[in-house]
């Protein structure tokens, strides 16, 4: 992990002074591009007016120059621009290292529903949560996907090992992580937003986007007659006064049947700010050379003659016609030499034949990598293994050595190792030991090996279990629903789901903590010997330990791990270690004498 570090560090500020390279070019070409333009048009006049031939040279010249450092000065934009984002993926990378992402903007929490308890409860979504710490999905097809697969709703064997694949490689492709996520936050910073949607809805109807043959013929006609107008005045044939009508003539043509070039050219409004950007990710992906089958499949996706990246390229060159549009006098001119507007509909309607299908796939192409390169964040920041998961509908089974929390910081994180099996487990200890975090740790690494991404444990091994949790309990005063109530709720779907006799783990975390100790230890005693089982693991921390002895409904013992405090020169401390057996110990009053209560 120390590696990565010093990694991403240093490419952070090689890429700063990068940009501070850049930004003193681009003041330099700026005042060049205004001497050579000034100059060159002054002695250009000269040479005209005062009939000085050298001078005349010299000003053409001068103003050539301009017109390259005018592409220049694109072409160094553009590149500031690209540098500007490769600073921010590796800002947010060494932000990784601590605590500084909790500061990240995007959280995901949109994605957070009411009743997605699990997500909530060990924080996949929102604030401070998975999330928010590895996302580098700047797609809304991306980040939608991400949000969903968080969900696990499914489980598939294959898609695990494909992913832990894809996922394997892109660990050891930071510079192509960097060079991909940069392209994404550019796609994400344009102000004018696109309509994927839209654009897809466009090229998969068959109906729409041709060119009808009245536009097909008169790009020709019309344009070839003007010209020939403005040949035969030249030559003094006829005055200008036909050219000029013709010109006349053909403006009022495009904007009589703007309607009809408009329905044609729907792309430019739809993708038309997004299209360079969209053109780098799928160019970037084009040209890394991938060993793995996911990601060489994905590649393949996108390549060929028909593929998507020549697809963009082409999109791109008819964008930068259309753009002209946006000068009303350039625009003017062309429309009325050349009906620009129907070459533009003309190239986007044979656009649209050759690769309007194939486009869907590019989109989700662009999703899954970035979703593929939110599960290698995790092996980037944090030590890692990778998961043996594996699928037995006859047991619920959990093992892990070393096993951390993803989310706090790894230079204070402390792993823990567990053996857990269907059955009853038991976790006490006293306050602020380490038990709910325990809880968490356990469920969101099963959330990750199930994703295919790495875990933060040294060894990691489980099957697939249905994963069901019991944490935030929130009270419904609106509904008259009281948190015990809530709680007992919860408890119900886990026994309903019990039902289906397959595998399956329940978190619970201070079970029954909204009623009174008696009815609590009653109450509890009932819900765990009810969810134990073979095929369920049954995890609950508690306060109450005469919950340490309970049986399942075989008379099997429930197996205790408890957390316990020390004291330091009277100051309460924790090493937030697991340990066999039940605690002995409470610390309520330690806590409010730390809290300034003198008790």
Request: glycine share 6%; aromatic share 10%.
């Amino acid at each position: 992990m120390s590696n990565n570090k010093n990694y991403y560090n240093e490419k952070f500020n090689n890429f700063n002074e990068e940009e501070q390279r850049l930004d003193k070019k681009y003041s330099q070409i700026s005042t060049l591009r205004i001497i050579s333009f000034l100059l060159g048009f002054a002695l250009l006049l000269i040479g005209i007016f005062d009939d000085k031939l050298s001078a005349g040279i010299i000003g053409a010249l001068l103003l050539a120059a301009f017109l390259f450092l005018v592409r220049t000065h694109g072409e160094l934009v553009k590149k500031q621009e690209e540098v500007k984002s490769k600073i921010k993926v590796t800002g947010k990378y060494n932000d990784r290292f601590s605590d500084d992402w909790r500061s990240f903007t995007d959280t995901g929490k949109e994605f957070l529903t009411e009743d997605d308890l699990v997500s909530r409860d060990i924080d996949l979504l929102g604030k401070d949560s998975l999330f928010q710490l590895i996302n580098v999905c700047h797609t809304e097809k991306g980040r939608k996907l991400f949000a969903d697969k968080l969900k696990i709703d499914d489980f598939d064997i294959s898609e695990i090992q494909n992913n832990n694949k894809a996922v394997e490689e892109l660990i050891d492709k930071k510079e192509f992580a960097i060079s991909f996520e940069a392209a994404g936050i550019r796609l994400s910073e344009k102000k004018k937003k696109h309509d994927i949607d839209k654009f897809l809805e466009y090229c998969g109807d068959e109906k729409s986007g041709s060119a009808s043959l009245w536009i097909e013929a008169a790009r020709f006609i019309f344009p070839i007659a003007e010209l020939t107008l403005i040949v035969l005045w030249a030559m003094g044939v006829i005055g200008y006064g036909l050219p000029l009508a013709g010109f006349i003539i053909m403006l009022a043509l495009a904007g009589f049947t703007s309607n009809m070039t408009e329905k044609t050219i729907v792309p430019f409004y739809a993708m038309g700010p997004a299209i360079e950007e969209y053109e780098d990710m799928l160019l970037i992906m084009e040209k890394e050379e991938f060993t793995s089958e996911p990601m060489k499949k994905l590649n393949e996706h996108i390549s060929g003659d028909n593929g998507a990246v020549n697809a963009f390229k082409s999109l791109k060159k008819i964008s930068q016609a259309y753009n002209i549009s946006y000068n009303p006098f350039m625009h003017a001119i062309l429309t009325g030499l050349f009906l620009w507007d129907y070459h533009i509909a003309h190239f986007t309607s044979k656009w649209k034949e050759k690769y309007g299908t194939n486009l869907t796939e590019a989109f989700d192409v662009i999703a899954k990598t970035e979703y593929l390169l939110s599960l290698s964040v995790l092996g980037c920041i944090r030590d890692t293994e990778w998961a043996e998961v594996y699928e037995d509908d006859n047991e619920a089974s959990l093992s892990a050595d070393e096993m951390c929390h993803p989310l706090i910081n790894p230079e204070k994180v402390v792993g823990n190792g567990i053996k857990l099996s269907g059955g009853v487990t038991i976790i006490t200890g006293s306050n602020m030991s380490g038990k709910t975090t325990f809880l968490r740790t356990a469920a969101v690494n099963l959330v990750l090996a199930y994703m295919g991404a790495p875990v933060c444990a040294k060894k990691f091994k489980a099957n697939y279990m249905k994963i069901f949790t019991s944490m935030r309990v929130m009270d419904d005063v609106a509904n008259g629903i009281s948190t015990f109530y809530a709680e007992i709720l919860r408890i119900k779907s886990m026994a309903q789901f019990k039902e289906k006799d397959v595998p399956m783990i329940c978190m619970i975390d201070e079970i029954f903590k909204g009623t009174n100790s008696a009815d609590r230890i009653v109450g509890a005693k009932e819900a765990i010997t009810r969810l134990a089982g073979k095929k369920c693991i049954t995890l609950v921390s508690t306060h109450d330990f005469e919950l340490c002895g309970i049986e399942d409904k075989d008379k099997n013992p429930a197996d205790n791990y408890h957390f316990e405090e020390y004291y330091d020169n009277d100051e309460l401390k924790f090493d937030y270690k697991i340990r066999s057996g039940k605690c002995t110990t409470t610390n309520a009053l330690a806590i409010l004498r730390l809290a300034g209560f003198e008790v």
